[in-house]
């Protein structure tokens, strides 16, 4: 377990004894059994929201805002693989993942994949790596199409 959810469930059942104790001093009518309710739902909504500002886990905003783009990179070289292609694209910036597209019938590599990269790496790649040479091959970067799903 992560030591956030442990300290959540701590500092709610905490939340529900005290208001399982004081609730009811403070308004006589309610039952001790409705005060810890109310204490475990709120300890439960309210003070993870609380601990979620000051987790240092959390990405800050400018990790969260860090835009993610697709490239097209195709005339890759049939032998190159996924970890050849991803050595040479960090050279431009941080690389998400690698995709080379193989055919489904042979297993066969079409000479073509995708790079998911930082957007300001992308930039990099598209400007750096467009019609330089990888393996022996003019390499073709640019941004990826959309995928269109078909009705």
Do not use: C, W
Request: aromatic share 8%.
């Amino acid at each position: 377990m992560k030591p956030t959810f442990v300290l959540n469930i701590i500092i709610t059942v905490i939340f529900a004894v005290v208001l399982y104790v004081l609730l009811p001093l403070v308004a006589a009518d309610i039952s001790n059994q409705f005060a810890a309710v109310i204490g475990v739902l709120l300890g439960g909504l309210v003070i993870p929201s609380i601990i979620g500002l000051f987790n240092s886990d959390t990405p800050s905003s400018e990790d969260a805002s860090q835009e993610v783009l697709t490239l097209y990179v195709g005339n890759l070289p049939y032998r190159a693989n996924e970890q050849a292609v991803q050595e040479h694209f960090e050279q431009q910036g941080k690389v998400i993942s690698v995709r080379l597209m193989k055919d489904r019938r042979t297993g066969k590599r079409k000479g073509y994949g995708f790079v998911e990269m930082e957007a300001k790496g992308a930039t990099k790649a598209i400007k750096n790596l467009n019609d330089s040479m990888f393996q022996e091959r003019t390499l073709k970067v640019r941004l990826a199409k959309e995928k269109v799903e078909d009705e």
